[in-house]
């Protein structure tokens, strides 16, 4: 288990490394079905980085105000985790920006929805990062209701039909795209995606000084 310092300075490097060097490393790791769809993107903010708090639901109608469990499973979410949403919802949002305002209250750091979300431009001006599958302005009361969280939940995948996501696992967006880390595997991965940072960072400064690119290849080796 890491400290609540630690999962802070792991998140703060894990903001400074590319998706693309990430799923790198996990392909290397024996790891390659860990990238999300690529419906999966940016609505508002440009990149999420943090440890997974799951909530899931799904369609069904119902009677009332408000859904008293969606309520309950946001207060639990703490300090640099990302509200990670799933379920079958179909054309009604998850949250908005209401909600995010109460995550963020809580010290949420994103949101990766595999599903809706609205109020787009008021998430922009709270600068609140959200990656969702898709917009609209239908409220998900009484249609979608939450049905569990900080439970092992399933998001489209990039390479295969689904993606495990369990609490405590590392999600990281850009503009690339969604991946996500095991928990067993936070450090190593991370270890490693910045050992392949730093080489890039080198070959691009070796361009810059005139090296082709099978000169710099040859010299760093490839990436």
Not at 19 to 33: K, M, Q, Y
Not at 42 to 61: D, F
Not at 119 to 138: C, E, I
Not at 205 to 219: I, S
Request: aromatic share 8%; proline share 4%; with cysteine.
């Amino acid at each position: 288990m890491h400290t609540p310092e630690q999962r802070a300075e792991i998140r703060r490097r894990f903001a400074a490394v590319d998706t693309s060097n990430v799923a790198d490393v996990l392909d290397g790791f024996g790891r390659p079905d860990q990238g999300l769809a690529p419906s999966l993107a940016a609505v508002s903010g440009e990149r999420v980085a943090g440890w997974a708090y799951t909530i899931r639901g799904q369609m069904r109608p119902y009677s009332g105000g408000g859904d008293a469990a969606k309520m309950e499973a946001c207060q639990g979410i703490g300090p640099d985790e990302v509200a990670v949403w799933a379920g079958d919802g179909h054309g009604v949002c998850y949250f908005g920006e209401l909600i995010a305002l109460g995550l963020r209250e809580r010290g949420c750091v994103g949101a990766l929805v595999d599903g809706g979300v609205r109020d787009l431009r008021w998430l922009r001006r709270h600068d609140f990062p959200v990656f969702a599958r898709y917009r609209t302005p239908v409220q998900s009361i009484g249609r979608w209701a939450v049905t569990g969280w900080q439970e092992p939940v399933y998001l489209r995948g990039a390479t295969t039909a689904w993606v495990s996501v369990e609490p405590g696992d590392f999600v990281l967006a850009d503009e690339d795209g969604a991946i996500v880390v095991p928990s067993s595997l936070v450090s190593q991965v991370l270890e490693a995606a910045e050992r392949l940072t730093a080489t890039e960072v080198s070959i691009r400064a070796a361009l810059q000084e005139g090296l082709t690119l099978v000169e710099a290849l040859a010299r760093f080796g490839h990436v």
